[in-house]
DNA sequence: CTTTCTGCAAACGATTTGCAGCAGC
DNA sequence: GCTGCTGCAAATCGTTTGCAGAAAG
């Protein structure tokens, strides 16, 4: 975890007017931890004592600031990570056999490519880009 | 519309056991006539008396049958295309204004490199990937 | 005829919301 | 203290399901 994530968390909270509680903190640390996106269970599970609705109320005001991503995968449960820079660029490996998903990443000249030929398809159609999603759909090594 | 298209969803269903009702060509034609991803919302609409429990039942057995893909957007609405190899190989634009889905190409030089790099990724992870998404995300001409 | 599909209405479940009390500044 | 956050429990709403009758073959 980045020394200044929750320097970080804690300013960009401030810009919306949102105070960096200790409820908003750990699940910053518990995202941090965890590596790859986790559900609202793997949240509740983790955390100690968090209330499901606060947890849902604070990941909401966590995206709003810029500090956490939703992740929709194949099953019908949200996932929460990091938001991308306060981690480093990824993709996921969605499965659709246990819903999991996994970070992977792929090599920096394959992302050029990708990033020039999005850039231009959207200013072709209007459209102002905010992020990509680039996520393999299949069957994980335990479903396989 | 391609005009095999019915006969195509007939034998993916019969392989399946499923019969191909009226209600069901009815939803394969509002997908093909749309060019883009519908909501649950569009295709009550454009079918004349569908019943939504029915609507929803039918694109599982479709989707199940390979006729028919589910798309993942935004918003809370979950919307439904032709599968791909019914139609072309694209992408989404996804509108976080107003959850508008449109869809786009990309060079086919663009595509074989993103297909060659995921095929290492997935490997690499002993993932079997059977499908990928990759869509932008950001407001479309409408909402930017 | 038998099996599958349809439409209605009721059920389901992830997420959201109202409200009273507590914590942050 | 005042404002915003928390936890509880109830509400919301897209989606799913049970069942009796209709359609497909």
Chains 1, 2 share one sequence.
Do not use: W
């Amino acid at each position: 975890m980045a020394p200044d994530l929750h320097e970080i968390a804690f300013e960009r909270l401030a810009i919306d007017g949102q105070r960096y509680t200790k409820n908003r903190k750990a699940i910053v640390v518990i995202l941090s931890d965890a590596g790859r996106p986790l559900s609202l269970a793997d949240l509740l599970q983790s955390g100690d004592g968090l209330a499901q609705s606060s947890v849902y109320r604070n990941l909401i005001v966590l995206e709003e600031a810029g500090v956490v991503r939703k992740v929709v995968g194949t099953d019908e449960f949200a996932r929460y990570e990091l938001a991308e820079d306060l981690t480093e660029h990824h993709h996921h490996l969605l499965c659709t056999g246990c819903g999991a998903v996994e970070d992977f990443t792929l090599p920096s000249r394959v992302e050029q490519v990708v990033e020039a030929a999005l850039a231009t398809a959207a200013r072709r159609a209007g459209f102002r880009a905010v992020d990509h999603r680039l996520d393999l759909v299949g069957l994980c090594a335990n479903c396989g």
